[in-house]
C-alpha cells in the first residue's frame, strides 16, 4: 500500500509570504491529486498532475516522479487560503489515499 | 442539483441505533466511494463501487454496510452505532478514464452519543 506523507503539519504565514507544502509517497504512481479543505467545509480538487509543473492563478503544484516528491505552492498568500490542504494518490481500488493534511493560518 | 449531496449533512444518533447516510451524483460515474475523515488519521475508505450492484470493502469497513442498486445513489448504514463511529463522513464519485477525477460531497457530520 501506498505511504503518504505530508510536511508540515501545521503552518502559520504572514500575508503575503511564499508558501511550500511538502508531499512523498512510497510506490510509483501515475498521478498526484492536490485537494484543499476549508474549515467545516467540503473537499475539492486543486490539480491532478503526472509530470512537471501546473499553476492556477497564485498555486503551484509541481511533481517529481523519480523521487517521488511533490510540492504546492501558494504565491503572496492572503488569509482566504487559509484552509487544510491534503495530497492524494491512486489506490489500487480506484480509491485515493490520502496524506494527512497540512493546516494552513495565513494571518493579516 | 447538480454534482454529489449528501443528507443529512448533520446528524447525532446514540449507541446501537441504525443509521443511514445518503449520498446522490448526477454525473453517472461508474465509481463512487465512502470514506471517513478523523483527526490523525485524515481520509481513509470505508467502503467502494465499481458500477451498479458491484461493491467491496475498503480500509475500515466493519460496522458499514453498503448497497448500490441505482448507479446515481450510494447509501451507507452504520447498522448498529457506536462512538467510534463518530466522525465526518464523505461521498465522492470518480471520473471515467483517462482523468480520474474526484469529486467530494460535502460531507456528513455524525455524533454517536
Known amino acids: 500500500k501506498n505511504e503518504v506523507e505530508q510536511s508540515p503539519q501545521n503552518l502559520t504565514a504572514q500575508e503575503g509570504e511564499f508558501i511550500t507544502i511538502n508531499c512523498s509517497y512510497s510506490?510509483?504512481?501515475?498521478?498526484l491529486h492536490w485537494l484543499q479543505q476549508h474549515p467545516g467545509g467540503g473537499i475539492v480538487s486543486l490539480f491532478m498532475?503526472?509530470?512537471g509543473k501546473k499553476k492556477h492563478g497564485r498555486l503551484i503544484a509541481t511533481i517529481n516522479i523519480q523521487e517521488k516528491h511533490s510540492s504546492l505552492h501558494i504565491t503572496a498568500s492572503h488569509p482566504r487560503d487559509s484552509a487544510v490542504y491534503i495530497c492524494?494518490?491512486?489506490?489500487?481500488?480506484?480509491?485515493?489515499?490520502f496524506g494527512k493534511g497540512t493546516k494552513l493560518s495565513v494571518k493579516p | 442539483d447538480a454534482g454529489i449531496t449528501q443528507s443529512p449533512r448533520y446528524k447525532i444518533t446514540e449507541t446501537g441505533r441504525q443509521v443511514t447516510l445518503m449520498c446522490h451524483q448526477t454525473?453517472?460515474?461508474?465509481?463512487m466511494f465512502w470514506y471517513r475523515q478523523d483527526l490523525g488519521h485524515g481520509l481513509r475508505l470505508i467502503y467502494y463501487?465499481?458500477?451498479?450492484?458491484?461493491?467491496d470493502k475498503g480500509e475500515v469497513p466493519d460496522g458499514y454496510v453498503v448497497s448500490r442498486s441505482k448507479t446515481e445513489n450510494f447509501p451507507l448504514t452504520l447498522e448498529s452505532a457506536t462512538r467510534s463511529q463518530t466522525s465526518v463522513y464523505f461521498c465522492?464519485?470518480?471520473?471515467?478514464?483517462?482523468?480520474?477525477?474526484?469529486?467530494f460531497g460535502p460531507g456528513t457530520r455524525l455524533t454517536v452519543t
Open positions: 510506490v510509483g504512481i501515475s498521478a
Open positions: 498532475l503526472s509530470s
Open positions: 465522492a464519485s470518480r471520473t471515467a478514464p483517462p482523468t480520474y477525477e474526484q469529486y
Open positions: 463501487s465499481a458500477a451498479a450492484d458491484i461493491t
Open positions: 492524494a494518490v491512486p489506490g489500487s481500488q480506484g480509491n485515493l489515499i
Open positions: 454525473w453517472s460515474h461508474s465509481y
